[in-house]
Protein backbone atom coordinates (compact mmCIF):
# COMPACT_ATOMS: atom_id res chain seq x y z
CA UNK A 1 0.00 0.00 0.00
CA UNK A 2 2.78 2.23 0.84
CA UNK A 3 4.02 2.33 -3.13
CA UNK A 4 0.17 3.35 -4.46
CA UNK A 5 0.13 5.95 -1.70
CA UNK A 6 3.93 7.36 -3.28
CA UNK A 7 2.07 6.97 -6.62
CA UNK A 8 -0.76 8.85 -5.62
CA UNK A 9 1.09 11.63 -4.23
CA UNK A 10 2.97 11.38 -7.40
CA UNK A 11 -0.39 11.50 -9.61
CA UNK A 12 -1.79 14.51 -7.87
CA UNK A 13 1.34 16.58 -7.97
CA UNK A 14 2.12 16.04 -12.20
CA UNK A 15 -1.70 16.90 -12.28
CA UNK A 16 -1.04 20.07 -10.31
CA UNK A 17 1.61 21.31 -12.51
CA UNK A 18 -0.17 20.29 -15.65
CA UNK A 19 -2.83 22.80 -14.57
CA UNK A 20 -0.37 25.45 -13.75
CA UNK A 21 1.78 24.68 -17.36
CA UNK A 22 -1.54 25.14 -19.26
CA UNK A 23 -2.03 28.06 -17.48
CA UNK A 24 0.72 29.56 -18.26
CA UNK A 25 0.13 28.44 -22.10
CA UNK A 26 -2.80 30.17 -22.35
CA UNK A 27 -1.63 32.93 -20.64
CA UNK A 28 1.38 33.19 -23.00
CA UNK A 29 -1.01 33.09 -26.19
CA UNK A 30 -3.51 35.85 -25.03
CA UNK A 31 0.30 38.06 -24.68
CA UNK A 32 1.56 36.80 -27.87
CA UNK A 33 -1.92 38.16 -29.66
CA UNK A 34 -1.54 41.13 -27.93
CA UNK A 35 2.09 41.89 -28.97
CA UNK A 36 1.93 40.38 -32.28
CA UNK A 37 -0.67 43.50 -32.92
CA UNK A 38 1.65 46.31 -31.35
CA UNK A 39 4.91 44.57 -33.74
CA UNK A 40 2.94 44.70 -36.94
CA UNK A 41 2.48 48.40 -36.23
CA UNK A 42 6.14 48.50 -35.21
CA UNK A 43 7.48 47.09 -37.93
CA UNK A 44 5.17 48.95 -40.39
CA UNK A 45 6.60 52.55 -38.67
CA UNK A 46 10.32 51.46 -39.07
CA UNK A 47 10.18 50.30 -42.42
CA UNK A 48 8.04 53.54 -43.75
CA UNK A 49 10.68 55.53 -41.60
CA UNK A 50 13.38 53.59 -43.45
CA UNK A 51 12.05 53.95 -47.16
CA UNK A 52 11.78 57.62 -46.64
CA UNK A 53 15.12 58.33 -45.13
CA UNK A 54 16.33 56.13 -48.12
CA UNK A 55 14.53 58.41 -50.92
CA UNK A 56 15.93 61.40 -49.54
CA UNK A 57 19.56 59.94 -49.68
CA UNK A 58 19.01 58.79 -52.84
CA UNK A 59 18.17 62.10 -54.36
CA UNK A 60 20.91 63.82 -52.12
CA UNK A 61 23.54 61.69 -52.30
CA UNK A 62 26.57 64.08 -51.04
CA UNK A 63 24.84 64.14 -48.09
CA UNK A 64 26.81 63.14 -44.58
CA UNK A 65 26.28 63.00 -41.06
CA UNK A 66 28.72 61.76 -38.69
CA UNK A 67 26.34 58.58 -37.59
CA UNK A 68 26.53 57.48 -41.11
CA UNK A 69 30.54 57.12 -41.01
CA UNK A 70 32.77 54.30 -41.47
CA UNK A 71 35.60 53.57 -38.88
CA UNK A 72 39.06 51.75 -39.22
CA UNK A 73 38.53 51.11 -35.52
CA UNK A 74 37.97 48.12 -33.29
CA UNK A 75 35.96 49.26 -30.67
CA UNK A 76 32.96 47.20 -30.62
CA UNK A 77 29.40 47.42 -28.52
CA UNK A 78 27.73 44.07 -28.44
CA UNK A 79 23.85 44.58 -27.34
CA UNK A 80 22.22 40.83 -26.32
CA UNK A 81 18.72 41.07 -25.57
CA UNK A 82 17.53 38.40 -23.32
CA UNK A 83 14.10 37.98 -21.48
CA UNK A 84 13.89 38.94 -17.45
CA UNK A 85 11.84 35.41 -16.41
CA UNK A 86 12.56 31.87 -17.51
CA UNK A 87 10.30 29.02 -18.24
CA UNK A 88 10.72 29.81 -22.06
CA UNK A 89 12.79 27.16 -23.55
CA UNK A 90 15.96 27.59 -24.75
CA UNK A 91 14.89 31.26 -25.67
CA UNK A 92 17.59 32.40 -23.77
CA UNK A 93 20.72 29.79 -24.02
CA UNK A 94 20.56 29.89 -27.73
CA UNK A 95 20.87 33.90 -27.64
CA UNK A 96 23.76 33.75 -25.65
CA UNK A 97 25.41 31.01 -26.93
CA UNK A 98 25.08 32.39 -30.50
CA UNK A 99 26.47 35.59 -28.94
CA UNK A 100 29.25 33.95 -27.17
CA UNK A 101 30.27 32.37 -30.09
CA UNK A 102 30.71 35.27 -32.62
CA UNK A 103 32.24 37.08 -29.57
CA UNK A 104 34.82 34.47 -29.11
CA UNK A 105 35.30 34.69 -33.12
CA UNK A 106 35.68 38.25 -33.30
CA UNK A 107 37.39 38.91 -30.14
CA UNK A 108 41.03 37.68 -31.31
CA UNK A 109 40.62 41.12 -33.51
CA UNK A 110 38.53 43.33 -32.16
CA UNK A 111 37.51 45.10 -28.56
CA UNK A 112 34.38 44.11 -27.60
CA UNK A 113 32.09 45.68 -24.94
CA UNK A 114 29.14 44.13 -23.80
CA UNK A 115 25.34 45.93 -22.93
CA UNK A 116 23.27 42.92 -21.27
CA UNK A 117 19.28 43.80 -21.62
CA UNK A 118 17.41 41.08 -19.20
CA UNK A 119 18.32 38.91 -16.40
CA UNK A 120 18.97 35.75 -17.88
CA UNK A 121 21.42 37.23 -20.10
CA UNK A 122 23.07 38.59 -17.12
CA UNK A 123 22.82 35.07 -15.33
CA UNK A 124 24.07 33.58 -18.17
CA UNK A 125 26.84 35.95 -19.05
CA UNK A 126 27.97 36.34 -15.82
CA UNK A 127 30.56 33.21 -15.88
CA UNK A 128 31.77 34.51 -18.64
CA UNK A 129 34.98 36.35 -18.92
CA UNK A 130 34.00 39.74 -20.58
CA UNK A 131 33.80 43.67 -21.07
CA UNK A 132 30.53 44.22 -19.68
CA UNK A 133 29.69 48.10 -20.14
CA UNK A 134 26.35 47.80 -18.62
CA UNK A 135 23.69 46.07 -17.43
CA UNK A 136 19.92 46.50 -17.51
CA UNK A 137 16.86 44.51 -16.14
CA UNK A 138 13.06 45.34 -15.93
CA UNK A 139 12.96 47.04 -19.07
CA UNK A 140 10.12 45.44 -20.18
CA UNK A 141 8.02 46.19 -17.54
CA UNK A 142 8.39 49.39 -18.08
CA UNK A 143 7.46 51.75 -21.26
CA UNK A 144 9.58 50.10 -23.88
CA UNK A 145 9.59 53.78 -26.12
CA UNK A 146 11.41 55.57 -22.74
CA UNK A 147 13.95 52.20 -22.94
CA UNK A 148 14.39 52.14 -26.51
CA UNK A 149 15.49 55.98 -26.52
CA UNK A 150 17.53 55.79 -23.56
CA UNK A 151 19.46 52.92 -25.11
CA UNK A 152 19.98 54.51 -28.29
CA UNK A 153 21.09 58.13 -26.60
CA UNK A 154 23.71 55.81 -24.87
CA UNK A 155 25.18 54.59 -27.56
CA UNK A 156 24.74 57.56 -29.87
CA UNK A 157 27.08 59.51 -27.25
CA UNK A 158 29.89 56.53 -26.90
CA UNK A 159 29.80 56.79 -30.78
CA UNK A 160 30.08 60.28 -31.06
CA UNK A 161 32.42 60.75 -28.62
CA UNK A 162 34.30 58.20 -30.45
CA UNK A 163 34.74 55.23 -27.04
CA UNK A 164 33.04 52.79 -30.17
CA UNK A 165 33.39 52.50 -33.38
CA UNK A 166 30.09 49.91 -34.10
CA UNK A 167 27.41 48.51 -32.51
CA UNK A 168 25.84 45.86 -33.36
CA UNK A 169 22.69 43.82 -31.72
CA UNK A 170 21.90 39.86 -30.85
CA UNK A 171 18.37 39.17 -30.15
CA UNK A 172 15.39 37.02 -31.42
CA UNK A 173 13.54 38.03 -34.27
CA UNK A 174 9.72 36.79 -33.99
CA UNK A 175 8.72 34.65 -37.34
CA UNK A 176 5.81 33.34 -35.91
CA UNK A 177 5.11 31.61 -32.06
CA UNK A 178 6.59 28.38 -33.29
CA UNK A 179 9.63 29.97 -34.51
CA UNK A 180 12.03 32.57 -33.51
CA UNK A 181 15.39 33.27 -35.43
CA UNK A 182 18.43 34.68 -33.35
CA UNK A 183 19.42 38.03 -35.68
CA UNK A 184 22.47 39.96 -35.14
CA UNK A 185 22.15 43.54 -36.80
CA UNK A 186 24.49 46.18 -37.18
CA UNK A 187 22.81 49.39 -35.99
CA UNK A 188 26.25 51.96 -36.06
CA UNK A 189 27.40 53.19 -38.62
CA UNK A 190 24.18 53.94 -39.77
CA UNK A 191 24.08 52.43 -43.67
CA UNK A 192 21.25 52.74 -46.27
CA UNK A 193 20.46 51.34 -49.72
CA UNK A 194 19.65 54.11 -52.51
CA UNK A 195 16.12 53.33 -53.15
CA UNK A 196 14.80 55.03 -56.60
CA UNK A 197 11.59 55.06 -57.19
CA UNK A 198 9.30 55.19 -60.06
CA UNK A 199 7.78 58.18 -59.38
CA UNK A 200 9.11 61.37 -58.84
CA UNK A 201 7.22 63.18 -55.66
CA UNK A 202 7.26 67.14 -55.47
CA UNK A 203 7.71 67.34 -51.79
CA UNK A 204 8.20 70.85 -50.16
CA UNK A 205 10.44 70.22 -47.23
CA UNK A 206 10.66 72.65 -44.43
CA UNK A 207 13.15 73.38 -43.22
CA UNK A 208 15.50 71.77 -45.85
CA UNK A 209 16.91 68.13 -46.66
CA UNK A 210 19.77 68.30 -44.75
CA UNK A 211 17.87 69.56 -41.58
CA UNK A 212 15.53 66.58 -42.45
CA UNK A 213 17.56 64.03 -43.24
CA UNK A 214 19.79 64.69 -40.05
CA UNK A 215 16.58 64.26 -37.84
CA UNK A 216 15.55 60.81 -39.74
CA UNK A 217 18.81 59.27 -39.81
CA UNK A 218 18.88 59.42 -35.80
CA UNK A 219 14.65 59.05 -35.57
CA UNK A 220 15.23 55.76 -37.61
CA UNK A 221 17.92 54.42 -34.72
CA UNK A 222 15.02 54.91 -32.49
CA UNK A 223 12.77 52.87 -34.61
CA UNK A 224 14.60 49.82 -35.10
CA UNK A 225 15.68 49.80 -31.20
CA UNK A 226 11.88 50.10 -30.73
CA UNK A 227 11.44 47.44 -33.10
CA UNK A 228 14.38 45.27 -31.60
CA UNK A 229 12.59 45.26 -28.32
CA UNK A 230 9.26 44.16 -29.68
CA UNK A 231 10.83 41.81 -31.70
CA UNK A 232 12.41 40.29 -28.27
CA UNK A 233 9.07 40.64 -26.38
CA UNK A 234 7.00 38.49 -28.74
CA UNK A 235 9.88 35.86 -29.45
CA UNK A 236 9.79 35.45 -25.59
CA UNK A 237 5.96 35.00 -25.59
CA UNK A 238 6.26 32.91 -28.11
CA UNK A 239 8.93 30.67 -26.86
CA UNK A 240 7.16 30.54 -23.11
CA UNK A 241 3.72 29.08 -25.38
CA UNK A 242 5.49 26.44 -27.22
CA UNK A 243 7.58 25.54 -24.02
CA UNK A 244 4.28 25.23 -21.76
CA UNK A 245 2.84 23.19 -24.29
CA UNK A 246 5.39 20.91 -24.30
CA UNK A 247 4.88 20.70 -20.75
CA UNK A 248 1.50 20.21 -20.65
CA UNK A 249 2.01 16.98 -23.03
CA UNK A 250 4.92 15.81 -21.21
CA UNK A 251 2.66 16.04 -18.03
CA UNK A 252 0.15 14.15 -19.75
CA UNK A 253 2.43 11.07 -20.81
CA UNK A 254 3.75 10.84 -17.43
CA UNK A 255 0.18 10.66 -15.90
CA UNK A 256 -0.72 7.76 -18.04
CA UNK A 257 2.51 6.49 -17.25
CA UNK A 258 1.87 6.36 -13.62
CA UNK A 259 -1.62 5.76 -13.63
CA UNK A 260 -0.67 2.37 -15.77
CA UNK A 261 1.94 1.68 -13.03
CA UNK A 262 -1.06 2.45 -10.06
CA UNK A 263 -3.48 0.08 -12.00
CA UNK A 264 -0.92 -2.55 -11.81
CA UNK A 265 -0.30 -2.41 -8.82
CA UNK A 266 -3.84 -2.10 -7.56
CA UNK A 267 -4.36 -5.30 -9.49
CA UNK A 268 -1.11 -7.15 -8.40
CA UNK A 269 -2.65 -6.35 -4.38
CA UNK A 270 -6.45 -7.24 -5.28
CA UNK A 271 -5.14 -10.42 -6.97
CA UNK A 272 -3.35 -11.24 -3.97
CA UNK A 273 -6.04 -10.35 -1.66
CA UNK A 274 -8.40 -12.73 -3.36
CA UNK A 275 -5.51 -15.28 -3.57
CA UNK A 276 -5.33 -15.39 0.08
CA UNK A 277 -9.38 -15.73 0.88
CA UNK A 278 -8.96 -18.46 -1.24
CA UNK A 279 -6.36 -20.03 0.51
CA UNK A 280 -8.30 -19.29 4.04
CA UNK A 281 -11.42 -21.14 2.49
CA UNK A 282 -9.37 -23.91 1.53
CA UNK A 283 -8.47 -24.45 4.94
CA UNK A 284 -10.81 -23.96 6.72
CA UNK A 285 -13.01 -26.69 4.48
CA UNK A 286 -10.33 -29.40 5.29
CA UNK A 287 -10.56 -29.14 8.80
Not at 13 to 23: G, H
Not at 120 to 137: I, N
Not at 252 to 272: C, F, M
Request: hydrophobic share 35%; net charge neutral.
Amino acid sequence: MANLQEIRRRIASVQNTQKITRAMKLVAAAKVRRVQETLTTTRTHAEHLLGLTERLLSRNPEFSHPLMQDRKGKRVRLIVLTSDRGLCGSFNHTIVQEAAKWIQREGQEKDISVTLIGRKGAELFGRRHLTVHDKRTGLYDTEINFASVDLVNDYVQDFDEEHIDEVYCFYSRFESVVRQTVVLEKLLPCHFKPREDSFDPNWIIEPDENTLLTWLIRSNLFAQQHRIFHESIASEHGARMAAMESATINAGDVLSSLTLSYNRLRQDAITREVVEVISGASSQSQV
